[in-house]
């Protein structure tokens, strides 16, 4: 099995979250986890050699050939093959640093979601738990906290850690999910949280045109604006397998677009019938 573009995205995602203390590793790759970081470090550095530097130093052995001392001629032509078994090496090191890596990719659970719901759970423990501390003094946070107590302030960095423990566990199924999106929640309206009519009802109840519609939460690449947002305003986030995203489009939309297709049929059989 080789391994893609995607399939390196998602171990070297996998890999930084486990290494933040975000998750841990399935049990099948952490046998070989330190040797995949060992391969991978052989291989960035044999990606970051010079083909330039080698073709220099063979320029210089082919010259050391003509009318120059014979020592010269001898460190000359020993250079060259030093250079030539170094290259091989890092092509065989290279080599088996993909081979190892796609052993870990085989030996990701299927269910990767599953796996990574633990940590998710514990993430959201910690947002409310270090929230319900600092936020009687100052929702927002940050510089508001400085004169405060070490308890208070400690609560914030907690408050911190975890929205970027949350965003490392997010990538990850963001990957996995890349394949395997969700069949009814084609916007992913229901992919971070499962309450959308709380947080959005206008959206839901569709009182407005979707093209000038606009989420009330602020942008999704500031995450410490954004989990605040949400963890104010009591958002159900959650961490869901595409079954249960579908689910949660089809309790606030489905019925609503089952009577729409009735209808689009009702008015294709009058069209068949009258003409």
Known sequence: MRVGSRHNALLSALLAAADAGACTLPPGMVENRARLASMQAVAASALRAAP??????????????????????????????????????????????????????????????????????DCLDRLTGSYAV???????????????????????????R?????????????????TSPSQLDTEDLFAEFVNLADLWPERCEGLLPISVMKPPWPRRSDPLDWTLWMVQHNAELYLPTVEQQDLAWDRVFGERFRQFALGDRHVAEMRQIFG
Do not use: Y
């Open 52 to 121: 330039e530097a080698e073709m220099r130093a063979r320029d210089a052995a082919v010259q050391a050939l003509v009318g120059d001392p014979a020592e010269d001629v001898i460190d000359a032509v020993l250079k060259g093959r030093q250079i030539d078994a170094e290259h091989r090496l890092r092509v065989e090191l290279l080599s088996e640093a993909a081979d190892l890596a796609a052993d870990q990719l085989d030996a990701l659970p299927d269910d990767l979601t599953a796996h990574l719901q633990a940590a998710f759970d």
């Open 134 to 160: 600092f936020s009687p003094i100052s929702a927002r946070g940050g510089d508001d906290l400085l004169g405060e107590s070490k308890k208070v302030r400690d609560a914030w960095s907690e408050f911190c």
């Open 162 to 178: 975890a929205v970027r423990d949350h965003g490392a566990i997010r990538t990850v199924w963001g990957i996995v999910r890349a």
